[in-house]
């Protein structure tokens, strides 16, 4: 499922510069300058992650406000992904519950 | 992890309307300003509006928000003001602000002398069942994906809320390409402007008064909405519920400001349902409780992105003034009275309430209320100006050539047009944020309506459309008569021609689509239309009729239109089919690959 806008009468959006993203490990097409949340939306995902008690979590207010759209990047959880930009080869995974803390000692 | 520790005279916590014109006014008078700002880019939330902004002519007004945006953000790169964008202002400690550099995975540590809060609002969510469901968002997050990132995340919609952020995201998803289904108020009238409302409802998008949504259906993803009548105390109707069949229910009920930071700094807060909430307390110079502490646009009071912006002005250059000692008073004083003409009409009474509870005293009236009655002479071509609200705008005036249009003196005022001034030359309608202004000039046999149009595709001269009256009921069909593509502002004048009388009536059209034509012959899409029509030109034999249409020549040799054509054929004519004659049917009787046809021998 493509959701593209292809012709717009007032903006024009480039069809140009994509990067691979990696949802559980699908490959996806995403736009270079675009966010995580958006590059998901446009390849048809609307599942964001899991909430402790399991109800599927999407997205809420894209701005970066509502922390819904908390995702799993390159392991490291509670990553937003309305404020996100992708990263080509970026590993994305939908987050249950809180996530699992991740901790690297300060060098 | 990395960290830095930077100083600013003064720091700015967000790069939206408010906080780039505080941070601009600031550093045109010296001050050594830093911008951080959460975006992929500052703006703020006018990278997503694509409509034209009401207010002053000379005060952004009939510029489309992302437009402003760039007018901003250029102003801030030539004053060499510094913005980290990616960047979350995390929280105020007493020795320093501490900010979250996304992109670099940095903390920054800030010194700074003045603050000014510009951090804006967040949408509010609404209980219902199945709430969280994916599909259920903010009508904002459907603005971003759509207008900043072009992408659209359904294909028919339901808009809860008919406030002006309602209205406008349900046009832009029109735009886009979408479908809105319909949008639901709970209250007994449209919140928002007219202008936007008639919008919506001249494309046929039903605005439902009085109703609510009850439940989002679906597991894992919308695939419908139950939506209800309300009582007039807001409790659902049992027996008036219903399900829609959408995949995608945008709330748009409302917008509460984003305190968190303010409270970190210890600034009073008031509660005042009015502003949206619980907002810091301040004064007409945008200074709250503490002495070097300023906020400006929706955390200071849910309002428009102008009125953000005249309040970015005034505190910067209060912020300027304490800092530099130099005397800013008159051009606060500009910006002062420039927010008082937006607050002025009827749509600013919540505002001046809730700003008369901190102590803020805002003037309102003095400005023209009566509407123009007069259509103007008819057989002239001449602008028809819809636009019966008070709201604060007037790029009409502004623009007309031949100083037609005026406000009365203020811009609040109902727009009147002098028609022996009036030349006819539609750059009101371009212009118009409200898309409230259409041509109108009657003939002899038919009449014209010129259409502002932003849409796509554009039709073109000689093209068929339907059209469509105020209601969005449609009315008959019209023949476009000529194009005025506005390439600079988007807007586009169609005008089209219909049958005399229609003029009043018709304000909006549409393109037939493929899905509402009737075919009769598959192979050739020949449709009912087509058949109907070539009878009606004279065709009146299935032989003649074959030949201009084509109907019964494709590779089924008429075996699925044949009945249903001379069935047409018989009820027009006034015959049985019996007298109709059958077309000839010819060799071959189903599609043969050539060799089939060839002899042995011939090559």
């Given at each position: ?15 140009k ?21 958006s590059?998901l939306?446009?390849?048809?995902f ?10 599927p ?32 080869g ?9 996530g ?8 | ?7 600013a ?13 505080g ?14 700002d ?9 990278v ?29 790169k030539?004053?060499g003001?510094?913005v ?41 969510f609404?209980?219902?069942k ?73 494309m ?10 009850v ?9 419908g ?5 309300v ?42 349902p ?6 810091p ?11 070097n ?52 009409g009827?749509f ?49 005036e ?12 203020n ?98 059209f ?94």
């Amino acid at each position: 499922m493509e959701r593209r806008i292809k012709n717009h009468p007032i903006l024009d959006f480039e069809e140009k510069g994509y990067v691979t993203i990696y949802f559980e490990g699908i490959p996806i097409k995403a736009k270079e300058n675009e966010t995580i949340a958006s590059a998901l939306i446009a390849n048809g995902f609307d599942i964001f992650g899991f909430t402790e008690k399991g109800r599927p979590r999407g997205f809420f207010c894209a701005i970066g406000k509502c922390s819904s759209c908390l995702v799993v990047v390159d392991g490291v959880p509670n990553v937003r992904a309305c404020m996100t930009k992708v990263r080509d080869g970026m590993k994305v995974e939908r987050q249950v519950g809180r996530g699992k803390p991740t901790w690297t000692e300060p060098e | 992890m990395d960290r830095a520790r930077v100083k600013a005279q003064l720091l700015v916590v967000g790069g939206g309307p408010a906080g780039l014109t505080g941070a601009i006014a600031a550093a045109e008078n010296g001050v050594d300003v830093l911008v951080v700002d959460e975006g992929l880019e500052p703006g703020g939330q006018l990278v997503k509006q694509t409509h034209k902004f009401f207010g002053h002519q000379g005060f952004y007004a009939s510029k489309r928000g992302f437009e402003i945006a760039k007018i901003l953000k250029d102003k801030v790169k030539n004053l060499g003001i510094k913005v980290m964008s990616q960047t979350t202002l995390v929280g105020f400690y007493d020795d320093c602000a501490v900010a979250y550099d996304r992109e670099n995975n940095r903390t920054i540590e800030i010194d700074y002398d003045y603050v000014l809060l510009a951090t804006g609002a967040s949408e509010r969510f609404l209980i219902f069942k199945n709430n969280m469901l994916p599909g259920v968002y903010g009508a904002g997050a459907v603005q971003t994906l759509m207008n900043q990132y072009g992408v659209l995340p359904g294909e028919d919609f339901l808009i809860v809320g008919a406030g002006n952020i309602g209205l406008i995201v349900a046009y832009q998803i029109m735009q886009a390409g979408g479908n809105v289904r319909a949008i639901v108020e709970i209250s007994d009238k449209v919140g928002g402007y007219e202008v936007h409302a008639n919008k919506v409802k001249r494309m046929g998008i039903p605005i439902l008064l009085r109703h609510t949504i009850v439940e989002a259906i679906g597991k894992g993803r919308v695939k419908g909405a139950v939506i209800a009548r309300v009582d007039e105390n807001y409790r659902i109707i049992e027996e008036t519920k219903r399900e829609i069949v959408v995949d995608t229910i945008c709330l748009a009920v409302g917008l509460q400001p984003s305190v968190e930071l303010a409270n970190q700094l210890k600034v009073e807060l008031v509660y005042i349902p009015e502003l949206g909430g619980y907002i810091p307390r301040r004064d007409e110079n945008m200074r709250t409780s503490a002495s070097n502490v300023f906020v400006a646009g929706d955390l200071a009071a849910i309002e428009e992105a102008t009125s953000a912006m005249a309040e970015g002005y005034i505190a910067g250059y209060a912020i300027a003034q304490d800092i530099t000692g130099k005397d800013l008073s008159k051009e606060m004083e500009r910006y002062r009275e420039e927010l008082n003409d937006l607050r002025r009409g009827p749509f600013g009474e919540k505002i001046r309430k809730g700003l008369r509870k901190m102590g803020i005293d805002v003037p309102s009236g003095g400005y023209r209320e009566e509407n123009q009655k007069d259509f103007g002479p008819v057989g002239k071509l001449r602008a028809v100006i819809e636009c019966y609200q008070n709201i604060p705008c007037n790029p009409c005036e502004a623009v007309c050539p031949t100083n037609a249009i005026d406000t009365g003196g203020n811009i609040n005022g109902i727009p009147h047009i002098n028609y022996e001034k009036c030349v006819g030359c539609a750059m009101c309608v371009m212009k118009c944020p409200g898309l409230a202004i259409f041509m109108v000039q009657e003939f002899d046999e038919y009449s014209v309506v010129g259409i502002p149009y932003e849409f796509e595709p554009l039709p073109e001269k000689g093209q068929k459309v339907i059209l469509m009256d105020r209601g969005g009921k449609e009315v008959g069909e019209g023949v476009v008569h000529r194009v005025m593509v506005n390439k600079k502002d988007k807007t586009h004048v169609v005008f089209v021609a219909m049958e005399r009388g229609l003029e009043r009536t018709v304000r909006h059209f549409r393109l037939p689509t493929r899905e509402e034509e009737k075919i009769v012959c598959r192979c050739e899409e020949v449709t009912r239309e087509d058949v109907e029509k070539a009878i009606d030109m004279g065709f009146t034999d299935f032989e003649e009729l074959r030949r201009y249409l084509r109907i019964g020549m494709g590779p089924c040799g008429g075996r699925t239109c044949r009945l249903l054509a001379a069935g047409i054929l018989a009820r027009k004519l006034g015959k049985s089919i019996e007298e109709i004659s059958p077309m000839t049917l010819r060799p071959p009787s189903i599609p043969l690959p050539f060799s089939a046809i060839l002899r042995g021998d011939e090559k």
